[in-house]
């Protein structure tokens, strides 16, 4: 009997580990798929901010082409390049770009707003609602333009990835090499400059003095210093004097930074990728309504400097009644000019919001008194070559649309050849048959994209530009 109690307790025992031991992958399992759920989610996050912080980029300044010295770039702006990097080693990468400034202020970043190389390392941030600018830096061409001023990543030995600036700069037989070393911490979001050096050789008169963060030191030091911070490095920007040379495929700047929108893209929308808007006829009237403005590369109804540009496009368009101030201006009814914009993109024109230049400004456009004014003059902007993809349904009245531009400055190639060249005759042509001297005028494979309400039965353009919108920010029109 009593074999028989301890056999039923045994069992009874064996029983109840066998059901504890299986309830516990199931509460692993649940745990990890809340962990993975979890990160899924931040990584979500992180890429709307950095594809936020680079289209901004791509919006407000361009892209910028085929520039071989620092005397041609006077006049050019935009980014060159961008990828994603995992500077701090954590598993989480960070954005790269390298751009060309512009001296006019066009982003809300100021450090953008200037005449030269910008360099910036944004970090996403899971606990907030934007990403954070870890790095920016300038290489300043006025600064160093008596010197080779250089930039490269170096892939360190201990897995992170370090912005390395270097210049060498010859004057009355004195030879100085400056290096600068910027690297990042997983647990702090700057990028800091971690060590900077420098070496001065006389003409070997004396030998080679050696600084190291400001103070004159010995070349072991100096070497020691620097070790952990070697290692496979691949260069940015090259520059000997007054010529430059870039680490990267610097034709095509569009498809470069366009790898890393679209790889940041899908955390952005849902609606790109679904399927394509199917009704032929709806198609074509929303793919019409947009080649009204196929002169135009922004349309942005909340941006002050680009409704400027959409008021001049509206009253150049309408031929609105107008009369000439006693300083040649032609002057235009605020209420008339209101109207029209109304009619033509279904969006009140707020001028007290708008904030437009006063008379004093001296400004091409301006307003005063329920005046616009405006003087006469010839502007000319690349030709686009636009070419319309898909259109997607987002609501019963709203559609997002991307699309595809090549520009070509065909006033600067004429200029070049002595004779009028128009943008038709040389867009007609396979790109790749162009001659070189054609393709530096030539900014190929831009994407954009355009959001159309349809008001009263009628399709208006609400949008147009680089920024893939997300779903909140589609949704919200």
Same mark, same amino acid.
């Given at each position: 009997m009593k074999k028989s109690w301890l056999l039923l307790f045994l069992m009874v025992l064996m029983c109840g580990c066998s059901n504890q031991s299986k309830e516990e992958p199931g509460v692993e399992a649940s745990a990890e798929q809340e962990a993975a759920s979890k990160l899924a989610q931040e990584k979500q996050l992180v890429d709307r901010q950095l594809y936020e912080k680079l289209s901004e980029a791509v919006e407000t300044i361009g892209y910028t082409y085929d520039m071989q010295t620092f005397a041609e770039n006077e006049y050019n702006q935009g980014v060159l390049y961008?990828?994603?990097?995992?500077?701090?080693?954590?598993?989480?990468?960070?954005?790269?770009?390298?751009?060309?400034?512009?001296?006019?202020?066009?982003?809300?970043?100021?450090?953008?707003?200037?005449?030269?190389?910008?360099?910036?390392?944004?970090?996403?941030?899971?606990?907030?609602?934007?990403?954070?600018?870890?790095?920016?830096?300038?290489?300043? #061409?006025?600064?160093?333009?008596?010197?080779?001023?250089?930039?490269?990543?170096?892939?360190?030995?201990?897995?992170?990835?370090?912005?390395?600036?270097?210049?060498? #700069?010859?004057?009355?037989?004195?030879?100085?090499?400056?290096i600068w070393i910027y690297a990042k911490e997983p647990t702090n979001s700057a990028m800091e400059l971690v060590i900077t050096g420098y070496t001065m050789d006389n003409n070997n008169v004396v030998g080679i003095d050696y600084f190291l963060n400001g103070e004159v030191t010995d070349q072991a030091t100096y070497d020691t210093a620097f070790a952990p911070y070697l290692g496979e490095e691949r260069s940015i920007l090259i520059s000997n004097f007054s010529e430059k040379k870039y680490g990267f495929d610097y034709t095509s700047p569009a498809s470069n930074v366009g790898t890393v929108l679209a790889a940041l893209a899908p955390s952005v929308n849902s609606i790109v990728g679904q399927e394509a808007l199917l009704e032929k006829k709806k198609r074509e009237e929303i793919v019409s309504a947009l080649e009204e403005f196929n002169t135009k590369r922004r349309i942005h109804h909340q941006d002050k400097k680009v409704v400027q540009s959409l008021v001049l496009d509206v009253i150049q368009k309408a031929n609105l009644d107008h009369e000439y101030s006693d300083m040649s201006e032609m002057v235009f009814d605020g209420a008339?000019? #209101?109207?029209?914009?109304?009619?033509?993109?279904?969006?009140?024109?707020?001028?007290?919001?708008?904030?437009?230049?006063?008379?004093e400004s001296q400004s091409i456009m301006s307003y005063e008194a329920g005046k616009f004014y405006i003087y006469p003059t010839g502007f000319y902007f690349d030709a686009i070559d636009r070419h319309f993809q898909d259109v997607y349904k987002v609501r019963d009245d709203l559609f997002y649309v991307t699309i595809l531009d090549n520009e070509?400055?065909?006033?600067?190639?004429?200029?070049?050849?002595?004779?009028?060249?128009?943008?038709?005759?040389?867009?007609?042509?396979?790109?790749?048959?162009?001659p070189k001297?054609?393709?530096?005028?030539?900014?190929?494979?831009?994407?954009?994209?355009a959001v159309v309400k349809y008001m009263d039965g009628v399709p208006k353009v609400q949008y147009l530009g680089a920024q893939n919108l997300t779903d909140q920010q589609i949704e919200a029109f």
């Amino acid at each position: 009997m009593k074999k028989s109690w301890l056999l039923l307790f045994l069992m009874v025992l064996m029983c109840g580990c066998s059901n504890q031991s299986k309830e516990e992958p199931g509460v692993e399992a649940s745990a990890e798929q809340e962990a993975a759920s979890k990160l899924a989610q931040e990584k979500q996050l992180v890429d709307r901010q950095l594809y936020e912080k680079l289209s901004e980029a791509v919006e407000t300044i361009g892209y910028t082409y085929d520039m071989q010295t620092f005397a041609e770039n006077e006049y050019n702006q935009g980014v060159l390049y961008s990828e994603l990097i995992d500077f701090d080693n954590d598993g989480v990468q960070e954005v790269y770009a390298f751009m060309k400034g512009v001296d006019y202020p066009l982003s809300a970043y100021t450090h953008r707003n200037k005449d030269n190389y910008i360099q910036e390392v944004w970090t996403g941030n899971a606990n907030g609602e934007s990403a954070i600018l870890s790095f920016s830096s300038e290489v300043d #061409q006025l600064v160093c333009s008596a010197c080779d001023m250089n930039v490269s990543l170096v892939k360190g030995q201990d897995g992170r990835t370090f912005i390395k600036m270097f210049s060498n #700069q010859t004057s009355q037989g004195t030879t100085v090499d400056k290096i600068w070393i910027y690297a990042k911490e997983p647990t702090n979001s700057a990028m800091e400059l971690v060590i900077t050096g420098y070496t001065m050789d006389n003409n070997n008169v004396v030998g080679i003095d050696y600084f190291l963060n400001g103070e004159v030191t010995d070349q072991a030091t100096y070497d020691t210093a620097f070790a952990p911070y070697l290692g496979e490095e691949r260069s940015i920007l090259i520059s000997n004097f007054s010529e430059k040379k870039y680490g990267f495929d610097y034709t095509s700047p569009a498809s470069n930074v366009g790898t890393v929108l679209a790889a940041l893209a899908p955390s952005v929308n849902s609606i790109v990728g679904q399927e394509a808007l199917l009704e032929k006829k709806k198609r074509e009237e929303i793919v019409s309504a947009l080649e009204e403005f196929n002169t135009k590369r922004r349309i942005h109804h909340q941006d002050k400097k680009v409704v400027q540009s959409l008021v001049l496009d509206v009253i150049q368009k309408a031929n609105l009644d107008h009369e000439y101030s006693d300083m040649s201006e032609m002057v235009f009814d605020g209420a008339s000019v #209101q109207a029209k914009y109304k009619e033509t993109f279904g969006v009140d024109l707020d001028i007290e919001r708008m904030n437009f230049p006063s008379r004093e400004s001296q400004s091409i456009m301006s307003y005063e008194a329920g005046k616009f004014y405006i003087y006469p003059t010839g502007f000319y902007f690349d030709a686009i070559d636009r070419h319309f993809q898909d259109v997607y349904k987002v609501r019963d009245d709203l559609f997002y649309v991307t699309i595809l531009d090549n520009e070509f400055n065909h006033t600067e190639y004429s200029l070049s050849k002595d004779t009028n060249i128009t943008p038709e005759e040389m867009f007609v042509k396979d790109i790749a048959s162009w001659p070189k001297e054609a393709r530096i005028w030539l900014k190929p494979g831009i994407q954009r994209y355009a959001v159309v309400k349809y008001m009263d039965g009628v399709p208006k353009v609400q949008y147009l530009g680089a920024q893939n919108l997300t779903d909140q920010q589609i949704e919200a029109f």
